[in-house]
């Protein structure tokens, strides 16, 4: 479904409901091109320097605004995802500058009698914060807009197109057989990569940027990466493609942390079912052979 | 079916004693190892065991999602996150029990679908469809009751827009409508009230759903089941004993729909959902586009097709009430479509446009996106009142079997072809 066919859909909803006005898109997003990622499809796995370099590219630039709330430092060590080693961990998530809350106090005070809110360092077992204490405090940073929360990105949004009936019907099993999950990532990865010069037919907003595959092409986030903006250590090329694929993999994982550990079961469970159907074709078609 | 005698022989001291005082075992194995299934089955006839397992399925995933899960407003949508991150499996449990969902309704539509072939609705069945029907309608609750509970966007505005379609009875007796929408929300509008009421009838109904389904097999065990030319068992030779011959069959039938399942939960766990759920619930935002659930999407076609809001209601619940009719809208003495060379075709095309229906759901009801909806809407109602009764009337159906046993081993097993109508041949028995 088009994110513009999908304005006009709430709009039909929202009349249904009699709750809200009906929002309509201001210009059509483009098609979503599909990318190829290592954590795709039966032996998806996810490649570790690539989650280090993207948790770089999160924490450097990122993170200035997003949070990682349902992430907690310990998972960056864990099989299955950046593992990073232990005490680094450790030492990154003491010096992460979003603190926790640690109030009240023993004097049941929330705050220092200087005001500040008392608060201590992350430890491991801590989630990931963004900048903002809550989401007031972020719209009054962003003149309205709210960064969103980045722990299930990669799942909550999705590039599925429009289609006609036909390529439904061929684009559905086709999308089952290869077990197509990144549309989110495709998105995100569009996204990033998406800004661009507004037509000079199109007034943009107050604040806004142009992008060419955000719904209604007008996004409050100005573009976030630059060639060179991150030093990464191990020689990738610094390009914004570069970034924005290494970033996309890294939250792909953020949001799915188990998912080498469910596609590494995944084929056993298969062939364990798949033996078992055999042999118990083979039992019915020997027992059958008396009836027919 | 039910009275046939059962071949039970208890074999040790304590199974006489208990035989004596409780003859569970005796029935146990008169109605699920000796009971005479018919010889013809086709693969079709395997989803009622498939059902089962999916039933089984979603109640045991589901009360060990219930102990983690916190049914809060704030609260709901991190647990859901903590299972797929912080619970040993949860991430798989919570995978099959939202892959098994929509198995369980792949599966009733196919056995449904079955039904309508092989006219298993048919006397002395009326019971047992009927049932069917119930349990459907409780499938469907559950379902939506369940779809609410990760509180994502979609969980929340899928809640608000069909609680809503109550409100439509205010044109009926103005203030009804809203007074029930109210009472079902247990406020002024979708809350936590909400979440946690509907989170305790979620893990109710499931428990009444196997109860329904206890009675739609022993109804089924009255009446034996139906096959696919439609004609009785009327010979020891049209019938095989249920174990081992059905129970093999349906054991594989059941381990290769798994394959599927599996292929879903392991591979593409969230293909069946919607990316919007992952968006933590917000009164304040209303998503882009509010979809049901795939399951529900021919019904929320028929429900937009209706240009009235009270109209479209009647004729969403009415699309499936209808189903509890067809028993005696359809004219035709003859069971399977098979022998219904008219029949047959109109009922290939009622599939298409329940398929289609499914299709239009998902779409914006505007230009031929409505148009079609409308001629579907319009022609799953003709089928019906139409064309079921019409067609059974002025049919000729094709030359049938004697028996089960002829259709399974030709001609030559039991004498010639009779002539069409004769399918009820007491001289048989």
């Known amino acids: 479904m088009k994110r513009s066919t999908a304005l006009k859909a709430s709009a039909v909803a929202a009349v249904m409901l009699g709750l809200t006005t009906p929002v309509l898109a201001a210009g059509e997003a483009a098609e979503i091109p599909r990318q190829s990622w290592t954590f795709a499809g039966f032996r998806g796995h996810f490649d570790k320097a690539q989650l280090q370099r993207g948790f770089q590219v999160y924490k450097e630039v990122c993170a200035n605004c997003h949070g990682l709330k349902r992430v907690r430092f310990r998972n960056l060590s864990e099989p299955g995802g950046p593992q990073f080693p232990e005490e680094s961990?450790?030492?990154?998530?003491?010096?992460?500058?979003?603190k926790i809350f640690d109030g009240p106090n023993d004097q049941g005070e929330i705050a220092t009698s200087k005001g500040v809110i008392i608060k201590r360092p992350a430890g491991l077992a801590d989630p990931i914060l963004g900048p903002h204490d809550n989401e007031k405090a972020a719209r009054a940073a962003f003149n309205g807009a709210l960064p969103p929360d980045l722990s299930v990105i990669t799942l909550a949004r999705s590039a599925s197109h429009a289609g006609t009936l036909l390529q439904t019907l061929v684009g559905m099993p086709r999308d089952i057989v290869n077990g197509y999950q990144e549309g989110g990532a495709d998105y995100l990865y569009a996204l990033l990569t998406g800004y661009a010069n507004a037509p000079a037919d199109m007034k943009l907003a107050d604040g806004m940027s142009y992008n060419k595959y955000f719904p209604g092409n007008?996004?409050?986030?100005?573009?976030?990466?630059?060639?060179?903006?991150?030093?990464?250590?191990?020689?990738?090329?610094t390009t914004i493609e570069q970034y924005a694929k290494d970033v996309t993999a890294f939250l792909a994982w953020a949001g799915d942390p188990k998912l080498e550990e469910r596609k590494s079961m995944g084929w056993k469970v298969l062939l364990y079912?798949?033996?078992?159907?055999?042999?118990?074709?083979?039992?019915?078609?020997?027992l059958w052979a008396q009836v027919h | 079916m039910a009275n046939h005698e059962s071949t039970y022989k208890p074999s040790s001291r304590f199974e006489r004693w208990l035989d004596e005082r409780l003859p569970i075992r005796r029935m146990m194995h008169g109605q699920f190892v000796d009971f005479p299934t018919p010889r013809n089955l086709n693969y079709l006839w395997t989803f009622g065991g498939i059902l089962t397992a999916c039933l089984a399925i979603q109640i045991v995933t589901g009360v060990v999602l219930a102990m983690h899960y916190i049914p809060h407003e704030a609260m709901a949508f991190d647990s859901i996150e903590r299972i797929r991150r912080d619970v040993n499996y949860g991430w798989l449990i919570r995978n099959v029990?939202?892959?098994?969902?929509s198995m369980f309704f792949i599966a009733v539509y196919i056995h449904m679908a079955r039904g309508l072939y092989y006219g298993s609705y048919k006397a002395p069945r009326e019971v047992l469809w009927i049932l069917g029907v119930?349990?459907?309608?409780?499938?469907?609750?559950?379902?939506f009751l369940g779809y609410t509970l990760p509180w994502g966007q979609m969980s929340f505005?899928?809640?608000?827009?069909?609680?809503?379609?109550?409100?439509?009875?205010?044109?009926?007796?103005?203030?009804?409508?809203?007074?029930?929408?109210?009472?079902?929300?247990?406020?002024?509008?979708?809350?936590?009230v909400t979440l946690n009421r509907f989170f305790s009838l979620h893990y109710l109904l499931p428990f009444v759903i196997a109860g329904v389904v206890a009675l739609h097999v022993w109804a089924l065990h009255v009446v034996g089941q139906n096959n696919p030319t439609g004609i009785e068992i009327k010979s020891k030779s049209d019938s095989v004993p249920m174990a081992p011959y059905a129970v093999m069959k349906d054991m594989f039938a059941l381990f290769v729909f798994m394959i599927v399942f599996a292929w879903f939960v392991f591979y593409a766990p969230n293909y069946l959902?919607?990316?919007?759920?992952?968006?933590?619930?917000?009164?304040?935002?209303?998503?882009?586009?509010i979809v049901p659930e795939w399951y529900y999407l021919p019904f929320y076609a028929i429900l937009r097709a209706i240009p009235s809001k009270l109209g479209g209601v009647i004729a969403m619940f009415g699309s499936i009430l209808i189903l509890l009719f067809i028993p005696w809208l359809d004219t035709s003495r003859v069971r399977s479509a098979r022998y219904r060379p008219i029949f047959k075709w109109f009922l290939y095309l009622f599939f298409l446009s329940v398929i289609a229906l499914g299709y239009l759901g998902a779409k914006t009801p505007e230009g031929i996106y409505l148009l079609m909806s409308r001629i579907c809407t319009f022609y799953y109602f003709a089928f019906f009142l139409i064309i079921m009764p019409i067609v059974g009337v002025i049919e000729t159906p094709s030359p049938m079997p004697r028996s089960i046993t002829e259709a399974v081993l030709g001609k030559g097993a039991s004498g010639a072809g009779v002539p069409a109508g004769a399918a009820a041949a007491p001289e048989k028995r």
Do not use: C
């Not at chain 2, 029990?97 to 969902?101: D, L, M, P, S």
């Not at chain 2, 069909?162 to 409508?177: C, E, H, K, Q, R």
């Open chain 2, 273 to 289: 959902g919607h990316a919007d759920n992952y968006i933590e619930a917000n009164p304040l935002v209303t998503p882009p586009h």
């Open chain 2, 97 to 101: 029990h939202a892959v098994g969902a």
């Open chain 2, 157 to 192: 505005w899928g809640v608000t827009v069909i609680t809503n379609l109550f409100s439509s009875l205010d044109a009926v007796i103005p203030g009804l409508g809203t007074r029930i929408v109210v009472w079902l929300w247990g406020g002024y509008s979708v809350s936590g």
């Open chain 1, 273 to 286: 079912l798949l033996i078992t159907s055999l042999l118990f074709y083979a039992a019915k078609k020997r």
């Open chain 1, 218 to 237: 007008q996004i409050a986030m100005i573009a976030p990466l630059q060639p060179g903006l991150v030093k990464y250590q191990d020689g990738s090329p």
């Open chain 1, 89 to 98: 961990v450790k030492a990154l998530a003491a010096s992460w500058p979003n």
């Open chain 2, 134 to 143: 119930i349990i459907y309608l409780l499938m469907m609750a559950t379902g």
